[in-house]
T-cell receptor
Framework: QQPVQSPQAVILREGEDAVINCSSS?????VHWYRQKHGEAPVFLMI?????EQKGHEKISASFNEKKQQSSLYLTASQLSYSGTYFC???????????FGTGTRLTIIP | NAGVMQNPRHLVRRRGQEARLRCSPM?????VYWYRQLPEEGLKFMVY????????ESGMPKERFSAEFPKEGPSILRIQQVVRGDSAAYFC????????????FGSGTRLTVV
């Protein structure tokens, strides 16, 4: 069992926007977002700790709806460097280990 | 700041041999997590350790797999009598602990069992 992400994959042209959703069947206390490029390690993007929190990182931002048990990652005016697989992660087990979502593969084409 | 160091980057083992994967966390990080990733798949939790303690090993197979994080030295993930199904990328991550901090991942060890 793990958080479910949607869409599974998306292809965009440079400059277009994307939204990636992460939905949980269990209560969410915090949500992490990571990006993994092919053949590389996942890289931490941001963490949201409170319901209603929104955060930004350059043209990448995220929101966290605690009541709906979901988080969304927004990529604005996408760049080629945004390509990769995005994972949400959440501490489901009551300790600090993260359970990662199913992943969303984002491909940006020129 | 050297980041999370994993070695080896690539490891080839014959069926039945042992594999030892090493992970040195970032300086100042006392929490270590091991994840396994099959090609084109997600990150599956294996084990969470702090110095000299296993906090959560719920994702680790009961047989052939073990992990440690000794007082001195790196964390070790050990796989005995490897089988073809053990072939995967194994990532180690570390954190300071506490809900405010994200994980820093190492570059991973790609294990191939032939």
């Amino acid at each position: 069992q793990q958080p479910v992400q949607s869409p599974q994959a998306v292809i965009l042209r440079e400059g277009e926007d994307a939204v990636i959703n992460c939905s949980s069947s269990k209560a969410l206390y915090s949500v992490h977002w990571y990006r993994q490029k092919h053949g590389e390690a996942p890289v931490f993007l941001m963490i949201l700790l409170k319901g209603g929190e929104q955060k930004g990182h350059e043209k990448i931002s995220a929101s966290f709806n605690e009541k709906k048990q979901q988080s969304s990652l927004y990529l604005t005016a996408s760049q080629l460097s945004y390509s990769g697989t995005y994972f949400c992660g959440t501490p489901w087990a009551g300790n600090e280990k993260l359970t990662f979502g199913t992943g969303t593969r984002l491909t940006i084409i020129p | 700041n050297a980041g999370v160091m994993q070695n080896p980057r690539h490891l080839v083992r014959r069926r039945g041999q042992e594999a030892r994967l090493r992970c040195s966390p970032m300086k100042g990080h006392s929490h270590v997590y091991w994840y396994r990733q099959l090609p084109e798949e997600g990150l599956k939790f294996m084990v969470y350790l702090q110095k000299e303690n296993i906090i959560d090993e719920s994702g680790m197979p009961k047989e052939r797999f073990s992990a440690e994080f000794p007082k001195e030295g790196p964390s070790i993930l050990r796989i005995q009598q490897v089988v073809r199904g053990d072939s995967a990328a194994y990532f180690c991550a570390s954190s300071r602990g506490g809900e405010n901090y994200g994980y820093t991942f190492g570059s991973g060890t790609r294990l191939t069992v032939v």
